[in-house]
C-alpha cells in the first residue's frame, strides 16, 4: 500500500497508510468472473430451453397444418373404388352387392340385403381401432348400422369385426346392411364420435 503524510490538529506530521479502491482489489475481479459466469449459463440454459420451446411448438403448427389439410383434401363424396384418407385413417370401398335373400336370410319386406365389401389401412404412427358401427348406410337420406348377421357362407366368412391395426397394417371385410331397393345408398364413415362430420362413398 502506498503511505501518505497527514498533519494532524496538533500540528505535528503522521505517516498513513493509503487503501487501494475496492476496484483495484483481486477479491473485487474473482467475485465480477464469478457472477458473469453464472449469468451467462442461466442464459445460455434459457436459450436451449426456448429453442426446445420454439421446436416444439413448430412441430406442434405442422402437425395441426397437416391435419387440416387431410380434412381440407376430403372430397364430398367418393366413389367404388376410391380411396379416403382421414388423419391417418385410410379406407376404400371394394365393392357393391344387392342380395334379395334366400330361406335361411330373408329381408323386410320391400328390402334387399346391400354388402359392401371395404378396406382399411392404417396410415399413421400410431395404433388406430377400427369398428363396423364406425361406418352407416345411408338410404335416401336415413343412416342405419350395418348390423345384419347372415346365415349364407358366401357373406358372412368375411364379415368385418372390430380390431385394432399396427402402422401400415391392412383389413378387409363385409359390412351388411338393409334398404330398400329403389333407395339413393351411401356409406358413410363418421370421422369422430365426437362430431357430426362423415365420409360419404355413393354406392349406386
Excluded: C
Excluded at 21 to 38: D, E, S
Excluded at 135 to 161: P, V
Excluded at 172 to 192: E, F, I, M, P, R
Aim: proline share 1%; hydrophobic share 30%.
Amino acid at each position: 500500500m502506498a503511505k501518505k503524510q497527514i498533519t494532524g490538529d496538533d500540528g505535528k506530521i503522521y505517516t498513513a497508510k493509503e487503501k487501494k479502491p475496492f476496484y483495484k482489489r483481486v477479491w473485487f475481479w474473482i467475485l465480477v468472473v464469478i457472477a458473469v459466469a453464472i449469468v451467462g449459463s442461466q442464459m445460455g440454459g434459457n436459450d436451449d430451453s426456448g429453442a426446445k420451446d420454439t421446436s416444439e411448438k413448430t412441430m406442434e403448427t405442422k402437425k395441426s397444418s397437416s391435419s387440416k389439410k387431410s380434412e381440407a383434401e376430403l372430397k364430398d363424396s367418393y366413389k367404388v373404388g376410391e380411396t379416403a384418407t382421414y388423419k391417418g385413417y385410410s379406407f376404400k370401398v371394394n365393392s357393391v352387392k344387392f342380395w334379395a335373400g334366400d330361406d335361411m336370410d330373408t329381408p323386410d319386406s320391400g328390402k334387399q340385403y346391400v354388402i359392401v365389401n371395404v378396406t382399411i389401412t392404417n396410415k399413421s404412427d400410431e395404433k388406430q381401432d377400427y369398428n363396423p358401427y364406425d361406418f352407416k348406410l345411408n338410404a335416401d337420406g336415413n343412416s342405419t348400422d350395418f348390423d345384419e348377421i347372415l346365415m349364407n357362407d358366401e357373406y358372412s366368412k368375411d364379415a368385418l369385426h372390430d380390431g385394432t391395426l399396427d402402422k401400415d397394417a391392412t383389413v378387409s371385410g363385409n359390412l351388411v346392411g338393409q334398404a330398400s331397393k329403389d333407395a339413393k345408398l351411401k356409406l358413410q364413415y363418421q370421422t369422430s364420435f365426437w362430431n357430426d362430420k362423415t365420409v360419404d362413398v355413393t354406392l349406386n
